[in-house]
């Protein structure tokens, strides 16, 4: 048996670890291929392959929300300590991505749709096979064996030829307590950072809908907010065409239609991307432009704003750009199309495969304003408590990084 010593190790155990193939570990069992569409209530839950690359984060267990199909049984369920891959992605960085079944399990499950069910023998700990799917490692054998063009997938018998690096059973269940005890400061600090984003969601409709209002400096309320349409409180303009193949790594800061849905919140404070477009063919955007995204693939991607809080920044096309009048603070503006608006820009929209929203239909949309001194006191009540989340990411991120170098040092 070849051997390896790795990287990191635990010290109270010494010897060399070995190689097996996954064949030699354990067995595969039998799978179903339900679809999204037999969802509904029933006796039987199935862990379908989008939800593994999308939504569990490792372990599932019976506080995991995992689907139930109205199929009417029987079905071979999966057994608590079993690891379950996904067998299909559109990219490789999802393809081969695994759970493991562990740590009790009363709901019956079943492998569903694109999924290789695996159940290891003793010399493999369910947990430490988890983990090492987490490694740089394993996503490299994922590229070599997976196949495909549009749609990806690697087969049960490429799977089964992976190498695992096996250590003891005793130091495997060591390595992944370890591992497991990051896993639950990370879930925890998850939930932290997720209970601050429902404060601040819950806060901000409270705000705009006028359930809670803010005090003025004599703890009186401020007068009632004006009804306007955007139209008459802003001017209107349009980002240059501008591409991704358009970036480069320097140049000037500038913003693409869809990072305003995928990495953007209410106020732009840092631009993501840079172009070496000659900046006489771009459009700038200023302090206090609102920017809303002109299209994607639904309504609910451009039912979204960011405002600009950057010296300077350039603006791609597709991109909707709000200038308001002296009278608005263009990132309370950002909140309240967020947090009030956001069904209106989105029933504004036009179009069915790749949705539109147009200057007009912006212009009508009615807004609410308060005096501009109660604006800014609402922006920086909610800028707080974005601060606060970003930094509790911040968080997270650290303890993530944290399990990454451990993992991959370990199975180097």
């Not at 992605?89 to 493991?100: F, I, P, T």
């Amino acid at each position: 048996m070849n051997t390896t010593t790795p990287k990191l190790r635990f010290n109270s155990y010494n010897q060399n670890w070995g190689k097996k193939q996954l064949a030699e570990l354990g067995s595969f069992n039998k799978t179903y291929s339900f679809s999204r569409s037999v969802e509904g209530e029933g006796e039987y839950h199935h862990i379908h392959y989008g939800d593994i690359h999308s939504t569990y984060t490792g372990i599932i267990n019976d506080q995991t929300n995992v689907p139930s199909i109205k199929e009417v049984g029987p079905f071979e369920c999966i057994e608590d300590g079993e690891v379950i891959f996904a067998d299909a992605s559109e990219d490789y960085n999802d393809l081969g991505k695994a759970v493991a079944v562990w740590g009790g399990k009363s709901k019956k499950m079943i492998s569903g749709l694109h999924t290789h069910r695996f159940k290891p023998n003793q010399e493999l700990d369910t947990r430490f096979l988890l983990y090492f799917t987490q490694s740089s490692r394993y996503r490299k054998f994922v590229r070599e064996k997976g196949t495909g063009i549009s749609v990806l997938g690697i087969s049960k018998s490429n799977l089964s030829k992976l190498e695992i690096p096996l250590p003891s059973i005793d130091e495997q269940k060591e390595i992944s307590n370890f591992l497991f005890l990051l896993d639950q400061k990370i879930n925890k600090q998850l939930e932290y950072v997720l209970e601050l984003e429902s404060y601040k969601k819950s806060m901000a409709h409270k705000i705009f809908t006028k359930e809670v209002r803010i005090k003025d400096k004599n703890g009186e309320e401020f007068p009632m907010w004006e009804e306007k349409r955007l139209g008459e409180v802003a001017t209107f303009f349009k980002g240059a065409v501008l591409s991704k193949s358009d970036l480069s790594e320097d140049g000037h800061p500038c913003i693409l239609y869809g990072e305003l849905y995928t990495k953007y919140n209410e106020i732009i404070t840092k631009v993501w991307s840079r172009t070496n477009i000659n900046n006489d063919k771009l459009v700038k955007g200023y302090k206090n432009d609102v920017l809303v995204p002109s299209s994607g693939e639904t309504a609910i991607d451009i039912a979204c704003a960011s405002a600009i809080d950057v010296d300077e920044v350039y603006l791609g096309g597709d991109i909707n750009i709000i200038r308001p009048n002296n009278d608005v603070n263009g990132s309370f503006l950002s909140y309240e199309l967020n947090y009030l608006n956001k069904k209106d820009l989105a029933r504004v929209a036009q179009g069915a495969t790749v949705v539109h929203l147009y200057i007009d239909n912006l212009k009508s949309i009615t807004v609410l304003l308060p005096q501009k001194e109660e604006q800014q006191k609402i922006v920086d009540f909610l800028s707080k408590l974005n601060l606060k989340i970003e930094k509790e990411k911040e968080k997270l991120e650290i303890i993530k990084e944290q399990k990454r170098g451990f993992i991959q040092h370990m199975f180097k």
